[in-house]
């Protein structure tokens, strides 16, 4: 069996951030213990070829929608996140740490079948 590659760790991950909540680049890298943040956001870059990624769930450190720039429109970030519940207001997920939620919740027997 081959093993999973860093992308499809990534997607693994993100496909698990409930509804409703948010994640960080950086909490997805710490939690895979592999690359960092900018490699996450590279991965999700990529999610695109397939919509069964959640990639709108995911944004910066500071709760920021960082990645707004490379969906197809520069709102469609934010309205997907509405659309699921989530208060954006300046390009800024409110009540961040509220939503923030962090992949450990996974545990530490979290596997991924390519």
Same mark, same amino acid.
């Given at each position: +069996?081959?093993? *999973?590659t860093?992308y %499809? $760790?990534?997607y693994a @991950?993100v496909?698990e =951030? *409930?509804?409703?909540? @948010?994640?960080?680049?950086g909490? =997805?890298?710490?939690? &895979?213990a592999?690359?960092a943040?900018r +490699?996450?956001g590279?991965a &999700?870059?990529k999610?695109f070829?397939? !919509?069964d990624?959640?990639a #709108?769930r995911?944004?910066n450190?500071k709760g %920021? &929608?960082?990645?707004?720039? #490379?969906w197809?429109t520069p =709102?469609m +970030?934010? /309205?997907?996140?509405e659309? /699921?519940?989530?208060v @954006? %207001? !300046? ?5 961040f740490e509220? $939503?923030?939620?962090h992949p450990s919740?996974?545990?530490e027997?979290? /596997?991924v079948? *390519?």
């Amino acid at each position: +069996m081959r093993q *999973p590659t860093y992308y %499809e $760790l990534v997607y693994a @991950v993100v496909r698990e =951030i *409930p509804r409703g909540r @948010v994640s960080t680049y950086g909490a =997805i890298a710490d939690f &895979l213990a592999l690359g960092a943040a900018r +490699m996450v956001g590279w991965a &999700l870059n990529k999610s695109f070829l397939g !919509d069964d990624v959640p990639a #709108h769930r995911v944004v910066n450190r500071k709760g %920021e &929608l960082s990645g707004r720039n #490379h969906w197809p429109t520069p =709102i469609m +970030m934010q /309205e997907m996140l509405e659309q /699921e519940g989530v208060v @954006v %207001e !300046d390009n800024c997920v409110k009540d961040f740490e509220r $939503l923030f939620w962090h992949p450990s919740a996974l545990g530490e027997d979290f /596997e991924v079948h *390519p």
